[in-house]
């Protein structure tokens, strides 16, 4: 019955801080975060691959943790922490995983990158000083579909040598 | 993709969650991590009316043991599970599974209850339980009820569970003191579907098998328990020609088919070679291949 339909409430004020900024946005409870961030908020950074969970281009940091932006409700957020590749940047100073991307030429199409480097900086904030291994373990559900993966590795190695290097 | 509409709601307590699931007579589903229920909403396979997300209750994050056994709340996250010293030893079957669930990032937020709730045929959980014994605890309007883990699947995507109740954990049973077990999976890639995978549980007394639980993933229309074999096992010295066995005998119960994954001759072969390896591990006293 229609009349029942339209009682009810599809839509909810959300509340994220996003980047260390607060943000606020009526959304319909289907809009998925991946599209709340790139079309409600215009950070275009979070890019979306598969939308079928299999890729982790839209990967982005909720309290820190990542997770698939394709694959959370913008509801589910309310409240909470998002960091999205935009965020890693400090004013003109780029974050140094973002630097050792650059310097060990860690992408190729770069599609895939932040999703990589969101990854990346959780990995390293939870093991400063991974082995091979446990990078190509953490960076398992993130695929690079130009196959880079070689200096991926590298760069997440040089990050973690950066950032010893600066006591972070 | 777009889901289709649904309404959503948080609620802070169980009791609140019950009253939602109950209002909207079956048309509700429950939300934990999400990451099979909303791509199945995405492909529109689902479309609810209502989203209860349970994620801000309390006391669903338990991971404990408990008279032997474990609790594993509604909202623990695979990699808790991943991570836990709890699940070694006697539970190994969970800690070997734990680590090969889908992918890291997927780990972070699905649930295992939430995986058994979904009850897909190649779930990796499902054939865990179906080895090392558990219960699943459902709370619904009439109370709690508890469901052996034996008789929750019913098919592809179907259990027994009623579509006002809620899992608040699922309980692995005491497998005794002497006991240890492994999860062996192939996929194509991390992330993919098991091909194939097997969940060995063994609970040894004196030397001999007291009882054995094996199970089978990716080859059947859920996860398949394969009880010739373990009937063959029971009271048995877990030697190799009990091993060669009861491999045969469980890669005989594979209900498998030819897909994109393989031939059906070659899922059982695998089937096989897995369940022996698994019960191999297991006589050797350790818990990973």
Redo the contacts between chains.
Sequence with gaps: MTDVVQE???T?TVTVTVNGETRAAEV???L?LAHFLRQTLGLTGTHLGC????C?AC?VLLDG????S????A??A?GREVTTVEGLQQGAQLHPIQEAFREEHGLQCGFCTPGMML?ATALLKENPDPTDEEIR??????ICRCTGYQNIVKAVHHAATKLAGEGR | ????????F?PTTLEEALEILDRHEGEAKV?AG??SL??L??LRFAAP???V?I?GLEGLNTLAEEGGGLRIGALVRHKTCERSELLRGRFGVLAAAAPVI?????R??GTVCGSLAHADPQGDWGSVMLAVGADVEARGPGGTRTIPIEDFFQGPFTTALEPTEVITEVRIRDPGPDSGGTYLKLERK??DFATVGAAIHISFENGTVGRAGIALTGVGPSSLKATAAEEALAGRKLDKEAITTAARLAAESAEARDDVRGSAEYKRSVARVFVERGLRAASEGRSHD
Excluded: H
């Design positions: 009810r409430v599809t909810r319909e409870s289907r998925l939308d079928t969970t299999s982790g990967t943790v990542p997770v698939k394709c694959t959370v409700f509801v589910q309310n990854t373990w953490a960076l398992s559900g993130n | 993709m777009y889901p289709a509409t649904f309404e959503y948080a939300l999400g990451q909303i791509p909403m995405k009316r209502a989203l997300d994620n889908s992918d890291p990032i997927v972070n937020l991390v992330g």
